[in-house]
Structures are given as C-alpha cells and as structure tokens.
C-alpha cells in the first residue's frame, strides 16, 4: 500500500516531535511535543496545528519527555477525539509532566494572556489514553503496531508499524471527520540526488569523518555552513536514490495480515528517541533489524559521548575538585531519568569512598515524583541495577541527601554552610528552582555549575555552557565567575557512533532512514555518515514537507 509520511515537528531542531503516517483510511500521529528554545515553550507552539486534529485517529506516544508530549493537551483542545497509545511506564510519567509544564507554561505568559490549553484538556487527553505492553502486536486502524524498548527513559519505545490488508479500520464513537489532514507545504516527494554523498555538493557538506568513530571529538565536529544551517528549514537533502523502490513482488493476499514484498513484510519504524550505549540504569535499545523505513533521532548525531567509566570519573572528579575549592556544586537536572541516574551514580560512588560526604540537596518536587514512579517498575532496570536492589540497595538514596520537597525547605538551603550540591530543575535552566541557584551562586568563583545532559540552542542553559559570562536571570543582571563542567557521557541520548551501529542491524532491508529530531548539523553530519558508511539512503527532511512512501 502507498502511505503518506509528513514531518510536522522534530525537524531542523531537536524538540517538538511530532509525525503523522497516513494510510488509505487511517491517520496516526507520533508524539506531539513541544517545541522549547530560550524558553520552556516557544510561541510556536501556540500555532494551529498543519493538520484537522479532529481527522487523527490515533497518537502513538513513543515517551514521557515534554518535547514529546507537550502539545497532546492542545491537540485535544483543537479538536481531538482518538486514542492516546503509549507504555504503562510512559503514561504514569505523563500524568506527572504535563500538569507541570503546565504551570511552567503558565508563569511564562504575559499578563492576561490564556494559556493554549488548560486543566480540562490535560483530564480529557488522559481519558483517551491507553496503554499496551512492548513486543505485544496490537491494531490502530489499518496498522499492525509492536513497541520495542528504545532505551531512553523509562517506558520509552520505539513503535514498528505495518500496514494489515483486507482489515477494516478501527472504529472509534468519539470520532469527529470535520476536516482532512494538510499533508505539507511541498507535498511531494523529494527530488533525487546523485547516487554519492558528495552530490550535496562542497557547501552543503561536512568534511568526511576519518575511518575511525573516535575521531568524532568535540574538535572534530564540523562546524555548520550557511547552507547547513538551512537544513531542515529551506532545502531538504536526499543521499540516494528515490525514496520509492519499484517491486513487482505480489503483495500477500492473506486477509488480516501484514503487507509483504516477496518473503519480506514492509514496515516502517520511528525510534523516538534512542538511549545512550551503555545506560547506567535501563536496558539497552533493541534492534531494529527488519524495517523498510527507519524514521531515526539525530541529537547527538555528530560527535561521540565518553564512555561508561570515563563519565564516572569525570563525575567523582567535579565533585571532588568543587568540595576542594569549598564551593557550591549546582547541577541543573532533567527531573525524568538524568536525576534517577545521577542519584544511581553518585550512591555508588559514596560506597566505594570515591567522593567525599557532603550535604547534597535533590530540590525538584518533580523530580522526586518522578523517582517513585522508578521504584514501581524496577523490573524494567538493566541486571547491574537490579543485582544492587536485590542485596538491599537503595539506589536512589544515600545518608548525605537531602529532599526538599517545598518552597520553605527550598529557601533554607542557602543557610547550609559550603561545600554542597544541589541538583535542581530545569534541565536547561528554562525555568524550575535551579534558576534561583543559578542567581544566587553562578557570580562566585568557588561554586561550579556541572551539564549532564542538553541544552537546547537559545537557552539559558546553552548560554552559560557556552561561556557567556553576563547574563540576566529572573529579571536580575548576573556576572558569571563559576567554573563551568560538561559531561556528555550521561546523556540519554545515543551519540553517533552507535546512531550508525543501530542503523547498521537493519542496512539489509533498510530503503531509506529519515534523519530527524537534530539540530542541522548533527542531522546532516549523521545522514551522510550513515550513507557512507552503509551504503543506505538517507534524508533529512524539511518542515511540513511530506513524502509518500511503500508499505
């Protein structure tokens, strides 16, 4: 069957997910996230959606994270009426981020200015949603859908969708057909390049990787042209040949079963986000070793992480250097899955003697939430997590931790006499407690502010990791003296080495990776990496572009 694939978000940056596959008689959107910057929520976001929300039948949520669910509530707003299908794990996280980002949303608006959504239509979107098991095949209209486990965060998938013949559509009494889907400002599919990466010509691309993986160094990384920076936004790229390959085959004529060509079924994959290569906490990614299509993350796509043992080093090292100095260690934190895993890594190296013992303040109501929805399914953590839980270890919890769970046990930090840490949300400083911190402690060369995870490009977090020393925080003019710390080994996000070893288990029956959910050098850098090295073809596409693919 012929399928219309249109990128209505997650292109050209790395938040905002938000896909929508179209079949002959059935519309399902994957995530829909917010789309963040310098602030929590972009005005962006307020838009009308490119499509009727009314004419969607199914949302696949593939994780937690606000960049992937944040605009479900409007969705339901504007006029949304089918079902809502994630993990367990992911909606028991969802029930926790949405009502949060709400209040975020909130306090960023200008005096009386409404909210794109409410109360009401966070209640209403839970009440459409529903939950199914990884490896489980389950129906969505036309679709036969299975989710694997994508290693992100907790509960997080990847969903392999195929296409039933001869099955009738679900059927859902809340649906509303008021109108069709808009499948894109180009609505075509792509022009073809040359068969060679070197096709996107000498501006276009990024110098050619050597042989190695490990050249990928922070140095090493290619620093986006003119003509890059428009990836995603104004030229679309296609390494290889067309998206469509004719097949003559038959396509099975068994009712109720998946489409195949010749031995082979036709499916199409969205990885959602993929975890990091090895995850101190969770399962690694499965593989994905059959797709015809791959519809694949670039975050990290063009430079490497370090490695599981060096990250801890680097981890024992800043603690210890911060103590040294007798300054405050800020860490701003993602409250789902970052704090988990830094709360993991630092109860161990406490055990082993490898930091000191100082006061350590986890100030995220959030994130503390968040942590009890961990405790329910450790059943989901990798075997080293587990063996620890089983002799009695609390992984998420040590002497020396402090929860402030309140905005008066908050406050009474500062009267805790140095050396301290204090991980505190956002994430990206887009808002949270950890602003306050940032105000009160960044101006003093003792204290030190250590990234462990993203920060989006705009940002209040990018800006102090870029070394900007002059910046204003809540309204308040702010010199920064602190020592600045990155470590990219906790990310959660799979870097590029392993972005092509995961693509490189399906090379085989892979007929084109669409490289999306990067800024546009990293989704670039990856596409034509992969490209070269496999031999698949790939595309990054542009914003509302739509293309028409084979299932």
């Known amino acids: 069957m012929k399928a219309t694939l249109s990128f209505y978000g997650g292109v050209g940056s790395v938040t905002g997910a938000n896909f929508l596959l179209a079949g002959e008689r059935t519309k399902l959107l994957v995530d829909c996230g917010l789309v963040q910057g310098e602030k929590f929520a972009l005005d962006l976001n307020k838009e009308p959606f490119a499509y009727d929300p009314a004419s969607i039948d199914f949302l696949l949520v593939t994780h937690a994270h606000i960049d992937h669910v944040g605009r479900i509530p409007k969705l339901v707003r504007d006029g949304f009426h089918g079902k809502i299908i994630s993990t367990a794990q992911t909606l028991d996280l969802s029930r926790l981020m949405l009502p949060d980002a709400f209040s975020v949303l909130r306090s960023e608006l200008p005096h009386g200015e409404e909210p794109m959504y409410d109360e009401e239509d966070i209640a209403e979107a839970f009440s459409l949603w529903e939950t199914r098991e990884y490896h489980t095949p389950f129906q969505v209209g036309e679709f036969e859908v299975v989710m694997k486990d994508s290693g992100h965060i907790l509960g997080s998938a990847m969903f392999e969708i195929s296409p039933i013949k001869g099955s009738p559509p679900e059927r859902l009494e809340s649906f509303s057909r008021a109108g069709t889907a808009v499948l894109g400002r180009r609505g075509v599919t792509p022009s073809v390049l040359a068969d060679s990466a070197t096709s996107l010509g000498k501006e276009d691309t990024p110098s050619v990787l050597a042989d190695s993986a490990t050249s990928l160094g922070k140095e090493d990384t290619p620093s986006a042209s003119p003509s890059a920076q428009g990836f995603g936004g104004t030229q679309s790229e296609d390494l290889g040949t067309s998206l469509i390959r004719e097949d003559t085959t038959p396509a099975s004529e068994d009712l109720g079963t998946p489409f195949t060509k010749g031995d082979r079924k036709r499916t199409i994959v969205f990885t959602g986000d993929l975890g990091n290569t090895p995850t101190p906490l969770l399962r690694p990614a499965e593989t ?67 930091i000191p013992k100082v006061p350590v303040f986890l100030d995220s109501p959030l994130a503390i939430k968040v942590t009890d929805v961990y405790r329910k399914y450790t059943s989901f953590f990798n075997e080293e997590a587990q063996t620890r839980l089983r002799k009695g270890d609390d992984i998420f919890s040590f002497p020396n931790l402090r929860i402030t769970m309140d905005r008066e046990a908050s406050s009474e930090i500062v009267r805790t006499q140095s050396p301290k840490i204090i991980i505190a949300g956002s994430g990206m400083s887009a808002g949270g407690r950890i602003l306050d911190h940032e105000k009160r402690y960044l101006g003093d060369p003792t204290n030190t502010i250590l990234f462990i995870g993203y920060q989006a490009v705009g940002g209040l977090g990018r800006h102090i990791q870029e070394g900007v020393k002059d910046l204003t925080i809540k309204h308040e003019s702010v010199k920064v003296r602190a020592h600045i710390e990155t470590i990219t080994g906790y990310s959660s996000h799979k870097d590029s080495e392993h972005l092509v ?40 596409p542009e914003m509302g572009e739509s293309v028409e693919i084979e299932l």
């Not at 063009?302 to 405050?328: P, T, Y």
């Not at 070893?501 to 399906?506: H, L, N, R």
């Not at 669409?514 to 595309?539: C, I, N, W």
């Open 288 to 354: 994905i070793s059959d797709a015809t299509y791959l519809v694949m993350e670039s975050v990290y796509g063009d430079r490497n992480h370090e490695g599981g043992e060096r990250r801890k080093e680097r981890l024992a090292e800043v603690i210890s250097a911060s103590v040294a100095r007798g300054g405050v260690l800020l860490i701003p934190c993602f409250s789902l899955e970052k704090t988990q895993v830094l709360l993991y890594e630092m109860d161990d190296l406490l055990a082993q003697g490898k």
């Open 501 to 540: 070893e995961f693509a490189s288990a399906g090379a085989d029956s892979l007929e084109n990776i669409f490289v999306v959910m990067g800024e546009p050098k990293s989704a670039l850098f990856l596409a034509q990496r992969v490209h070269d090295y496999l031999g698949v073809h790939t595309y990054v």
